[in-house]
C-alpha cells in the first residue's frame, strides 16, 4: 500500500506537468491564431478599401462611355473611334488574395455569417469576371460597327457590369460594417 502510495505521488507532478504544458500550448496555439486572423483580415480590409476606389474610379469612366455611345448612337462613328473619345472600356481589377489565404488552411477560424460574406463576394467576383469577358467577347466582334443596335449591346454589357461591380462594393460594404472589427473571430 505504502508503495502505491509512492508511486501515485510521484505521478502527480508529472500529471500536473504535463496538464500545465497542455494548457500552455494551447493558450499559444489560441494567440497564434488570434495574431493570423487578425493579419488576415487586416489585409482583407485593405484589399475591400482598394477594390473599392477601384470600382468607383471605373464606374465613372464606365458612365462616361455609356453616355457617349448614347449621344452618338445614331451617328455613322464606330465603336472604335467612340472608345478613343472616353480611353477606352475600363474595368476593374479586383483583388482576393488574403481571403484566398483562409480557402486552404484555418477556415474554421472565422464566424459563419463573415464566411458567407466573402463567399458572396468571391461567388460575384466571379460573375463580374463573366460578364466582363461577355462584354469582351462582344466588343472585338463589333469594334468596326457603326450601327445603333451593336452600340445599345455594347452599352447593355456595360451596365450589366456596372450592376455587379456595384453589387460587389454593396458585399464589402456589408462585411467591412459587420466583420471588419474583429467580429470575424468565433
Known amino acids: 500500500m505504502d508503495y ?3 508511486i501515485l505521488l510521484e505521478m502527480i507532478p508529472v500529471v500536473l506537468g504535463v496538464l500545465v504544458a497542455l494548457f500552455i500550448n494551447n493558450g499559444k496555439e489560441h494567440f497564434d491564431n488570434q495574431r493570423f486572423v487578425n493579419k488576415v ?9 482598394a477594390n473599392q476606389k477601384e470600382f468607383d474610379d471605373v464606374m465613372e469612366r464606365q458612365y462616361a462611355l455609356i453616355d457617349t455611345f448614347k449621344v452618338y448612337q445614331d451617328s455613322s462613328i464606330s465603336i472604335l473611334d467612340l472608345l478613343g473619345k472616353t480611353n477606352g472600356l475600363q474595368v476593374p481589377t479586383v483583388k482576393n488574395i488574403s481571403w484566398r489565404s483562409f480557402l486552404n488552411s484555418k477556415i474554421e477560424l ?4 463573415c464566411l458567407s460574406t466573402l463567399t458572396d463576394i468571391d461567388e460575384s467576383k466571379k460573375i463580374l469576371q463573366l460578364k466582363v469577358e461577355r462584354l469582351m467577347d462582344h466588343l472585338l466582334g463589333e469594334v468596326e460597327a457603326t450601327d445603333s443596335a451593336s452600340k445599345r449591346k455594347l452599352v447593355i454589357h456595360t451596365v450589366n457590369v456596372i450592376d455587379s461591380e456595384k453589387e460587389l462594393a454593396r458585399l464589402y460594404k456589408k462585411y467591412l460594417s459587420e466583420c471588419a472589427q474583429n467580429k470575424a473571430v468565433d
Request: net charge positive.
Open 110 to 113: 472565422i464566424n459563419f455569417d
Open 4 to 6: 502505491l502510495k509512492k
Open 41 to 49: 483580415f487586416k489585409s482583407i480590409h485593405q484589399e475591400m478599401i
